[in-house]
């Protein structure tokens, strides 16, 4: 389980980035920045996450056990709860990393407007949707060829092994699988400024 110093850095650290978002907003929307609504989307991907992580954790705690137990230190007696609180935590920090990437790509850039705050919601949605994807596709492919740490199997017998190296596969799938989410969604806000930018442009001139 993450420890409190640990979670607390982690805290720290977003509340810096939630800074440098808001400095970002102020510099580049000037008086129609909306600090407070940044924040509370920070936090809103925040919670999205912590309950994707808490999900997946407690699904995948039961899957394999010795993963949290060994790999991440958990007592297997304060499992599934302990499971589920390190993926909240986990995927809180995800979740608001991820909100910050949104939230930078809704108004970097001086040659398009800035993109509704309200319609990045739905772009949480995606990269939840494609974090599940990676996991179920790239997981459960990963899965088959990745190779358990040295001495693992003799020490647990071959089928909590397999079952150990597929639950780390499907934790890759799911971080690579919300990286390509996050890529994804940028892309699109990216599109959505454009095309409005270009309508303005024509309907000016």
């Known amino acids: 389980m993450i420890d409190p110093g640990e979670f607390l850095l982690r805290v720290g650290l977003l ?3 939630a800074l440098v978002v808001a400095f970002l907003s102020r510099r580049l929307e000037g008086g129609s920045a909306t600090p407070l609504r940044e924040y509370a989307f920070l936090f809103s991907a925040g919670i999205a996450g912590a309950i994707f992580g808490a ?5 995948t705690s039961r899957i ?4 949290f137990e060994l790999g991440k230190g958990i007592a297997r007696e304060d499992l ?14 995800a979740g608001a990393v991820g909100g910050a ?6 108004t970097i850039g001086r040659r398009a407007p800035p993109f509704p705050i309200g319609r990045l919601v739905p772009f949480i949605l995606w990269i939840l949707v494609a974090a599940l994807a990676g996991e179920l596709v790239l997981g459960s492919a ?10 693992l199997r003799s020490a647990i017998g071959d089928e909590r092994t397999q079952a150990f190296v597929k639950v780390w596969a499907l934790h890759i799938g799911v971080y ?19 095309s409005v930018s270009v309508v303005n442009v024509k309907e000016g001139g």
């Open 142 to 151: 990963l899965g088959l060829w990745l190779e358990p740490p040295a001495g």
């Open 101 to 106: 990437i949104l939230l930078v790509a809704r």
């Open 176 to 194: 690579a699988g919300a990286a390509v989410g996050v890529v994804g969604a940028v892309v699109r806000v990216a599109r959505r400024r454009l």
């Open 55 to 59: 999900l997946n954790d407690s699904v």
């Open 64 to 67: 394999s056990p010795d993963y």
């Open 15 to 17: 509340v810096v980035l």
């Open 80 to 93: 599934p709860v302990g499971a589920i609180i390190l993926g909240a935590q986990a995927g809180f920090a």
